[in-house]
């Protein structure tokens, strides 16, 4: 059975021949708290508005932004989600070589693949390592590669990473992004579940380094997913040339509007931290003891490993639960797979068909 990937609710639900609300969805790691309440009434405020096109330059959503992050309005470029932004980045820059860790997020690789005359090469996490990045080795990994681009080199890294949860502290991800400059490498550095994360952001340091790019994602901490809503952080004048790439009106108003009411909302935020931490806590918990093991995670995901991880979702899937099978990431096996962090009955409602899975 080929499962679903990546959050389609839509064909589950059709093959499953269930209504989509029938579905539970752990293959997407969104915020179960839902849509916060501003955002909601800012959507509503500006259905009326449907009839205009939207504003191209987001001018008003990028203030917002930019008095949320500390940074110049100048510096932010806001996209159809932070996904539009990677292929956008790849397009506009063409790098000759990318250099990617290995597993992680795939559309990395996929941007570089659809722009012609760029070689990807993988810098392998390791398994025996918890997957988790070493510093060292991938700054000499950098090195190694810019000497075979002509300088034209771009270094991809998601912090945390996606799928494994593995986060690189702030100080790390700073040398890192000193030694690129050093080299003048683009690095490109994804930050879509770093808001899950707090105080690990390297945002700031766009305005001091010209070869860094920062992605943002507010889809994931504001479950904002079917609006799609991103920006990127880039110093001025690799600004000037995604801009130049861009295409025109890809935010819609409803997703502006959504977007800088949510970034007002501070109750919401500290709810989340709460919630995480609760049901963080109850997932753990529950997979030590049916024997499911799992990697550290800070963010509102879990990489787990199984031996028998296709049945286990094969099963699921035909209850409407969706897992997010591993299988097709770079580095890791079909005994892998991963699930988002839920609310608490969802979680529970997991816990109970895993283990009778394993029974």
Same mark, same amino acid.
């Given at each position: ?8 609710? &839509? ?27 501003? +955002? ?13 096109? %939207? ?31 990677? &292929? ?8 000759e ?10 559309e ?24 988790l990045?070493?510093?060292?080795e ?6 190694k ?12 890294l998601?912090? %945390? ?17 000193? +030694? ?5 490498? =683009? ?23 010209? &070869? ?6 507010? =889809? ?10 991103? &920006? ?8 000037k ?6 295409? %025109? ?51 509102n ?6 031996p028998r ?35 608490? +009955? ?5 816990l ?8």
């Amino acid at each position: 059975m080929n499962l679903p990937h990546g959050g389609n609710i &839509y064909r589950v639900a059709e093959c499953l021949r269930k209504k989509e609300r029938e579905i539970i969805d752990f293959s997407a790691s969104i915020n179960p708290l839902g849509i916060p309440e501003g +955002a909601v009434a800012a959507i509503t405020r500006n259905i009326v508005s449907l009839t205009n096109y %939207p504003d191209p330059d987001t001018k008003g959503l990028r203030r917002k932004i930019a008095e949320h992050e500390g940074l110049n309005p100048a510096s932010i470029v806001c996209g159809n989600g932070s996904t539009e932004l990677i &292929y956008l980045i790849v397009r506009a820059l063409q790098p000759e070589r990318a250099l990617i860790p290995a597993p992680t997020f795939s559309e990395y690789e996929r941007a570089c693949r659809v722009t012609q005359g760029i070689t990807t090469v993988h810098f392998p996490l390791r398994k025996e390592d918890g997957f988790l990045l070493n510093p060292g080795e991938f700054i000499r990994a950098i090195g190694k590669e810019r000497s075979k681009s002509g300088g034209r080199l771009m270094a991809f890294l998601c912090n %945390p990473n996606n799928p494994t949860g593995a986060l690189i502290s702030r100080k790390e991800m700073l040398e890192i992004a000193g +030694a690129a400059r050093d080299m003048g490498v =683009t690095f490109v550095v994804d930050e879509a579940f770093t808001d899950f994360c707090p105080g690990h952001s390297i945002s700031d340091e766009v305005a001091r380094n010209p &070869y860094l790019v920062v992605l943002k994602s507010l =889809t994931k901490i504001y479950a904002l997913s079917g609006l799609r809503m991103g &920006y990127a952080i880039l110093p001025h004048e690799l600004q000037k040339k995604a801009l130049t790439a861009k295409e %025109p009106w890809t935010v819609n108003t409803l997703a502006q509007a959504a977007a800088s009411a949510a970034l007002d909302d501070t109750a919401y935020i500290e709810e989340t931290s709460r919630l995480m931490a609760s049901q963080k806590g109850l997932l753990e918990s529950g997979l030590g003891r049916l024997g499911i093991s799992f990697l550290p995670s800070r963010p509102n995901y879990y990489l787990l490993s199984h031996p028998r991880a296709q049945e286990i979702q094969i099963s699921l899937y035909r209850q409407g639960i969706m897992l997010r099978d591993c299988s097709n990431f770079a580095g890791l096996d079909k005994t892998y797979f991963r699930i988002a962090v839920k609310s608490e +009955a969802d979680n529970t409602r997991l816990l109970e068909e895993l283990r009778g899975c394993l029974e």
